[in-house]
């Protein structure tokens, strides 16, 4: 009973604190005249990841380091499969092009140099630095391409912002992000902590459980925020978050995971589970580049996806 207390604690103080820390960063970088295209771009898109960062260095920290590498490779997976399928079942996602050249490139290399770096268990801290520098890297590349007039895919980061709502005063913008990230940080806490105990008392091996359980507790902010996107017709808004956080997680997560400590990298996820989000990657850039978008029926078939690979790994335990 205590255990699923603190998951459904753990999960509720995520996804309260991933949405209130995304606001309350909008807001302050309002009030301070940032561009917007530098909010959509890393507030709002590498923002709605944070539950996935807090978690991750959270269970490195403890010693799990299942539920560390579980989180981002199942976060990356849910996000495409499971939320975009979503989306794209409510209403067709329609996808930049500009921004998709850019940004799809940009995931697939970080997503291949993240699998060719676990495939080197344990993770080293300096592929932990070099994973972030490549974050870095995209980051000023695509903001000096988002300054330039007229382009598409700074207009997409815009859109990101403007979806974001953000307070108007700033007292109220500090105390949301302060407050959203108090709870990112006690609800990573709590929700590494039920998970772990679950896992032993059920069998459960902590690598299931993180690719599990926490990986779509913690994308609940990127669910949240795809969901709303499509619901309003911005589904080139949800595409661009699904992928800006798949980026973070990918270079930003891992990297600063294996800064903490050497991350030992449990042997199923080296032989199964990345090539599963090596797949879905492919998937999804397949998917936006033939039509430009993703319409209904790709959308089921990314959920049926994500349904048959929940069955394989329960059939795995």
Do not use: C
Not at 132 to 141: D, E, F, N, Q, T
Not at 224 to 231: D, E, F, Q, R, S
Not at 235 to 241: I, S
């Amino acid at each position: 009973m205590i255990t699923a207390l603190f998951i459904l604690g753990g999960l509720a103080l995520l996804a309260f604190g991933g949405d209130a820390l995304v606001r309350g960063a909008v807001g302050i970088a309002g009030r301070l005249n940032w561009s917007p295209m530098f909010v959509g771009l890393v507030l709002v898109g590498f923002g709605t990841s944070m539950p996935e960062l807090a978690t991750s260095l959270q269970a490195q920290s403890a010693g799990v380091p299942g539920v560390a590498v579980g989180n981002v490779v199942g976060s990356n997976i849910a996000n495409i499969l499971l939320i975009l399928g979503l989306g794209a079942a409510l209403r067709p996602i329609l996808a930049v092009r500009e921004a998709l050249l850019r940004d799809g490139i940009a995931l697939s290399l970080t997503t291949i140099a993240a699998i060719a770096f676990l495939l080197y268990s344990p993770l080293p801290s300096f592929w932990g630095a070099l994973l972030i520098a490549m974050l870095i890297g995209y980051v000023a590349l695509s903001y000096v391409l988002d300054r330039r007039r007229g382009d598409k895919a700074g207009a997409l980061h815009e859109a990101e912002a403007a979806s974001a709502s953000a307070p108007d005063q700033i007292g109220l913008a500090v105390g949301f992000f302060l407050g959203g990230l108090i709870a990112v940080i006690v609800g990573a806490r709590l929700l590494v902590d039920g998970a772990t105990t679950a896992a032993a008392s059920l069998g459960v091996p902590e690598a299931i459980i993180g690719l599990t359980l926490v990986a779509v507790g913690t994308s609940l902010p990127e669910l949240a925020a795809t969901v709303a996107a499509a619901l309003r017709r911005q589904g080139e808004v949800a595409f661009g978050n699904v992928i800006g956080s798949n980026i973070f997680n990918a270079a930003g997560i891992l990297g600063a995971t294996a800064l903490v400590a050497p991350l030992d990298v449990p042997q199923r996820m080296v032989n199964e589970d990345v090539w599963v989000m090596l797949a879905a990657t492919a998937i999804l850039i397949l998917f936006a580049f033939t039509g430009q978008r993703i319409d209904r029926r790709e959308g089921l078939l990314l959920l049926a996806l994500y349904v048959a690979y929940m069955i394989w790994l329960a059939a795995s335990v």
